[in-house]
């Protein structure tokens, strides 16, 4: 909900500005109006996306039904497309587009892919895509559709840089299997009607301790694979996920929205 304070401040600015009561202090008054309009503007946008994610069950869908994996993942790229006037772009032309500007890194091929180290942003030297700076774009399955995210929404900005935001879907009380949330700012999580941003999901110390398990796991493999002997490595590691989340998450659930808004600011249309 927008405190009753901000639209009357912003009110007021606009007045002060049309009749030029301060002279002096019309720049002031320009860049703090243009301030709270966006943040105004940012606040009604999450308003919305919060509320629509809410919603997602109930659309077609009695309220006993679950809806798919694969219709939850339409439903909640849809919710994006149409909040952030977001533009499609075929996964096939989106990895191309990488490879071409990530300087020998691919998307999601090898431990430095994008999809895996969650990069905030690209620096864009060919623009094979001919995206326009401003716009908003998403590309659904950019991974394939077993690997993360679900899709991404990326934005060129006036800097040249590619802005991305991670976002994957996962039922109400998720399973991760052996792909963990990402400890990234930019990377959002819609599990069934709740969003989350994936910053507080875990700790540094649960992703070190992750890290751990997988060193000590893999080291366990190599020491009992010989030519008749050859374990598959598969790891299922979860969270421990309660009716409101995980332990980290409950205990910084303040910060949320915060965060979220943090990072889909950075889509907002001006």
Same mark, same amino acid.
């Given at each position: ?20 009561? %301060?002279?002096?202090?019309? !720049? ?16 009604? !946008? ?37 909040? *952030? ?11 191309? *587009? ?15 892919? *994008?999809?895996?180290?969650? +990069? ?16 908003? %774009?998403?590309? +659904? ?6 690997? *993360? ?7 060129? +900005? ?29 990377? !959002? ?23 751990? %398990? ?16 050859k374990p598959v490595v598969y790891k299922v590691i979860e969270l421990n996920w309660g009716r409101d989340g995980p332990k980290s998450f409950i205990e910084r659930a303040g910060q949320n929205i915060p965060l979220i808004t943090l990072c889909l600011s950075r889509? !907002?249309?001006?």
């Amino acid at each position: 909900m927008i405190p009753k304070e901000k639209p009357e401040q912003i009110i007021r600015l606009r007045r002060a500005i049309k009749h030029s009561w %301060y002279p002096d202090k019309i !720049l002031k008054q320009k860049l703090l109006l243009n301030k709270l309009e966006m943040e105004e503007l940012m606040e009604e !946008l999450m308003e919305g996306l919060i509320n629509d994610i809410s919603k997602i069950n109930s659309n077609n869908h009695g309220s006993a039904t679950q809806i798919t994996a694969k219709e939850h993942e339409e439903k909640v790229s849809g919710i994006f497309q149409n909040k *952030f006037k977001a533009k499609t772009i075929e996964k096939e032309k989106f990895r191309k *587009f990488i490879k071409l500007n990530g300087n020998g890194r691919q998307w999601s091929h090898g431990e430095d892919s *994008f999809n895996r180290i969650c +990069d905030e942003s690209l620096e864009v030297n060919n623009n094979s895509l001919q995206l326009v700076s401003g716009e908003n %774009y998403i590309i +659904d399955q950019p991974s394939g559709g077993q690997d *993360f995210p679900d899709c991404v929404m990326v934005h060129l +900005d006036e800097r040249n840089n590619l802005q991305i935001a991670y976002i994957e879907c996962k039922q109400m009380k998720p399973k991760f299997n052996n792909n963990p949330p990402k400890m990234n700012k930019n990377c !959002l999580y819609v599990c069934g009607k709740k969003i989350y941003n994936g910053y507080l999901l875990t700790t540094p110390e649960w992703q070190e301790h992750n890290e751990s %398990y997988k060193k000590k796991y893999k080291e366990l493999v190599d020491e009992f694979t010989n030519d008749e002997f050859k374990p598959v490595v598969y790891k299922v590691i979860e969270l421990n996920w309660g009716r409101d989340g995980p332990k980290s998450f409950i205990e910084r659930a303040g910060q949320n929205i915060p965060l979220i808004t943090l990072c889909l600011s950075r889509y !907002l249309n001006q």
